[in-house]
Structures are given as structure tokens and as C-alpha cells.
């Protein structure tokens, strides 16, 4: 695959510089594409278009720099802005096969369809070897209905590179749409037979399932239904975070960023967005947490002592997670019990405190916690940590009726079923008179 280098001079831009923090404007001289004077632009973004329409002017012939300038206006959310330069690149430099891309994709998110789809296809000319634009092509296509098209470009993908899950997603899809069920339920059960594929793509296996008739079978794949797939990474917008300069923008990445991918990838970007928006407590949170991951646990806390935005929940858990690893327990205790105070409805603020009291050889307060952190898993739905949490509230004394009912639920759902028939061996011998409920238990177990 052959991709346009960006050049150098991108890192340099990030680092702030002098010049105007004024809503930028066209250059009647250059016909440079830049926000105009009347539209509110962000002063970090405005230093960034400062920068990079500079240095395209002294080289105004330059289709790298061009590139470079329609990244920022994409990066930054200026979609019509950033076709244009990416067509003054194509202008210049016809076989410039991420301009062409990039230009489409710029294209799709201001609603000119057609345009975007005919650039897609023009990149895919010059690099026809590249399996995730076929797919994004398939999306695309599906989004409009145009299914024998979408099977088609999502087959190409597929053939390219069969061990993307992305790409069989969209695959069973376009089949799904066209009817053809058989094909689509055989391309699923090719990853789902061991239970550990991704847990989107159970919702379209249900879906199948339903559709063929198997009913129990749709049922079993609604179980394992899990949140939604994250976009999946596309090479061609590498480069683009990094240009990404407005306050919001920078933020809501980051935090996307640490959630998906971790502390460690999401690192440069929070420390980033936290030094243009130090006022938002959850980036402020995620940053102490990335910083006590890399081993710097006051660092980690000094970032929440300087607190400008209001605490919330997450911010109290930290505060208490850190105050956990420096062995100030009672100043955890303090900040768990704020975090809970806000929020009696988060378990992992209740699993927090767990840890805390049994860490103060507080047990019987610890396994009421674990309890409540396990109940609450429960309802959420996520039954790995409400079996261990659970799990550990039974084995530290908290072996009611209750909270063995619920162990035993969350043990089924995980398919923990050796545990969960020694869990209702142990409900048994409690309450040999609840068999009737156990029976239930018992045969699901079985399932």
C-alpha cells in the first residue's frame, strides 16, 4: 500500500507558538481553504491553520503540504474545508492515493454521497490491494441500501484479509440484507463456536438466528450481547489525532482513547488535551490514572490535588485508589465514602471499598461491601465481576441465601458451571425446602 509521508513539521506544530488566536480566514492571495473570519475558532486550533497555511505558502506547489493542510481542517472537524484542500493536493499530484481517501472520507461526513463513494473507488484503483478501504466501501453502500454492491466490496475485503473480524461483521451484514442467512449464519459460527468472539457480534447472530428459525439458539447468542464495536482502526487516519488541536475535540479523544485502548496508548493525548483543558475533572482522572499505571504514584496524585473542575464520582475513586497504594487508608476511606455519597449506585465504587476495609482487617464491613458491589455488577449485566466480587464475599463469611442466589446467577452466565453446582450444593445445604428454585437453577446450569 503506498501512503503519503506528511512531513516533519507536524510535531513542531503541536507545540504552541506564537501567533493569532483570531478566527482565521481565506487567503484571497493563495485561496488557501481556512475557516472564515466570522466562525468561531477555537484559539488552539486557530494557532494550528496559522502554522500549517504558513508553511504551505512557502510552497504553495507542495501536494504534501496540502495533504497536511486538509488533515488539519479534518482533524479538527472543518469537513468541507478539508475536501477542498485535499483536492487542491489531487490537482497538483493525481496518484495520491490517501489525498483521494482521505478527500472521500472528508466528503461522506458533509453528505455529498455520491462524490465521497467515486473518490473511495479512486483510491481503490491505486491501491487495490487495500482490504479496509473495500470494507469502509461496503459501509458505505449498506448505509445507502445498495446491498448487491455492499456484498460485493465487503467480499473483495474478505477475500483480502479473512482474519478481520470488522470485515466479516460487514460481510454477514450485506448477506443479511440480501436474505441470505445460510451463508451469513455459517460466517458466524466460524468465530463464535468457542464463545470468545467479540460480543457485537452476537446481536447479528441473534438476528440470524431468528430469522432461520432457531429460536433457542437466538436466545443463547442474546446472552452473550455486548456493547457496541469501537471504529476499527484505519492506517490512513494515523497521523490524524496527532493533529487534533481544539479543546472539546482533544478531550472527548482522549478519554476515547484511554477507554479503548488504555493508559499507556492514551498517555501523550491526555497530557495533551489536560494542558489546554486542565478544568475537566474526568480528564484530570484519567490522567492520574495513566501516570500511577506508569509506575508514579505522587505525580498521580499531585494531579488530583490541583483540582480546578468540580469532584465527581470517578474523581473520589482515584483520590481513593490512590490514597490505597501509598497505605493512607483512612484518608481512602474518606474519599470512597464522598465517591458513594454522589454515586450509591456504582459498584465498582463499593468494590473500592471493599478493598479498602479488608486491607484495615475490617472483614464483615468489607463482605457487605462486596455484596452490594456484586448485586449491583448483576443488574448492569456485567456478570465477570459480579461473580468475583461475589465470589469473595462468600468465601470471607457472606454466605446468605441472597448472596449465594446471586453468585450462582452470575456463575451461569459466565458459564462458570463446575462452580455454580457446588454454589447451589452450598444453597442446599442451607434451605433444602428451596429446591424447586434450585431445580431451575440446576437445569440452566445444565444449558
Known amino acids: 500500500m503506498r501512503q503519503i509521508l506528511l512531513l516533519p513539521i507536524i510535531c513542531a506544530l503541536l507545540v504552541s507558538c506564537g501567533g493569532s488566536t483570531e478566527g482565521t480566514s481565506e487567503s484571497n492571495d493563495t485561496g488557501i481553504p481556512l475557516p472564515s473570519q466570522n466562525m468561531a475558532v477555537d484559539p488552539n486550533v486557530a494557532i494550528l491553520f496559522d502554522n500549517v497555511s504558513r508553511d504551505l505558502q512557502s510552497d504553495i506547489n507542495d501536494p504534501k503540504r496540502w495533504v497536511l493542510l486538509g488533515s488539519a481542517l479534518f482533524a479538527n472537524g472543518y469537513y468541507e474545508k478539508s475536501a477542498e484542500a485535499f483536492s487542491k493536493a489531487l490537482q ?12 472521500a472520507s472528508a466528503l461522506w461526513k458533509v453528505n455529498k454521497q455520491e462524490e465521497a463513494i467515486a473518490s473511495l473507488e479512486g483510491s481503490l484503483e491505486l491501491i487495490p490491494k487495500y482490504d479496509i478501504g473495500w470494507r469502509l466501501l461496503a459501509e458505505w453502500l449498506l448505509e445507502r441500501g445498495e446491498s448487491d454492491k455492499a456484498e460485493i466490496a465487503a ?13 466479516r461483521y460487514i460481510l454477514v451484514q450485506a448477506l443479511m440484507d440480501k436474505g441470505q442467512y445460510d451463508e451469513a449464519i455459517r460466517l458466524i459460527e466460524q468465530v463464535t463456536f468457542n464463545g470468545k468472539a467479540p460480543p457485537w457480534i452476537y446481536q447479528l447472530a441473534a438476528n440470524c438466528y431468528r430469522q432461520l428459525g432457531e429460536y433457542s439458539k437466538a436466545e443463547y447468542a442474546l446472552e452473550r450481547v455486548g456493547a457496541p464495536f ?7 487516519f494515523k497521523h490524524i489525532p496527532s493533529l487534533i488541536a481544539g479543546k472539546a475535540e482533544l478531550t472527548e479523544f482522549a478519554l476515547q482513547k484511554f477507554k479503548v485502548n488504555g493508559p499507556k496508548k492514551a498517555m501523550v493525548f491526555l497530557a495533551r488535551a489536560f494542558k489546554i483543558n486542565p478544568e475537566n475533572t474526568d480528564l484530570r482522572v484519567a490522567l492520574s490514572m495513566a501516570v500511577q499505571d506508569a509506575g508514579d504514584v505522587q505525580q498521580s496524585k499531585q494531579i488530583l490535588v490541583e483540582l480546578i473542575g468540580k469532584p465527581n464520582t470517578n474523581y473520589w475513586k482515584q483520590y481513593a485508589g490512590v490514597s490505597i497504594e501509598t497505605g493512607e487508608l483512612e484518608k481512602a476511606v474518606e474519599y470512597i465514602g464522598k465517591a458513594i455519597a454522589i454515586d450509591a449506585n456504582d459498584p465498582n465504587a463499593h468494590e473500592i471499598a ?4 479488608f486491607k484495615q482487617h475490617k472483614i464483615s464491613k ?10 449491583l455488577y448483576n443488574e448492569s449485566e456485567h456478570w465477570k465481576k459480579a461473580e468475583l466480587s461475589l465470589a469473595y464475599a462468600v468465601e470471607n463469611g457472606g454466605d446468605d441465601l441472597d448472596t449465594l442466589r446471586a ?17 447451589i450444593i452450598k444453597l442446599l445445604e442451607k434451605d433444602p425446602s428451596d429446591e424447586a428454585e434450585l431445580e431451575l437453577q440446576s437445569k440452566k446450569a445444565k444449558k
Open 92 to 103: 497538483i499530484n493525481q496518484d495520491m492515493p490517501q489525498a483521494m481517501y482521505l478527500m
Open 155 to 167: 467480499r473483495k475485503a474478505f477475500e483480502l484479509q479473512p482474519s478481520r473480524i470488522g470485515t
Open 230 to 236: 469501537e471504529d476499527w482502526p484505519d492506517p490512513m
Open 354 to 357: 471493599a478493598e479498602i476495609a
Open 366 to 375: 468489607a463482605v457487605e461491601y462486596w455484596k452490594d458491589a456484586g448485586k
Open 407 to 423: 453468585l450462582v446467577l452470575a456463575q451461569i452466565k459466565t458459564e462458570h458451571i463446575l462452580q455454580a453446582r457446588l454454589t
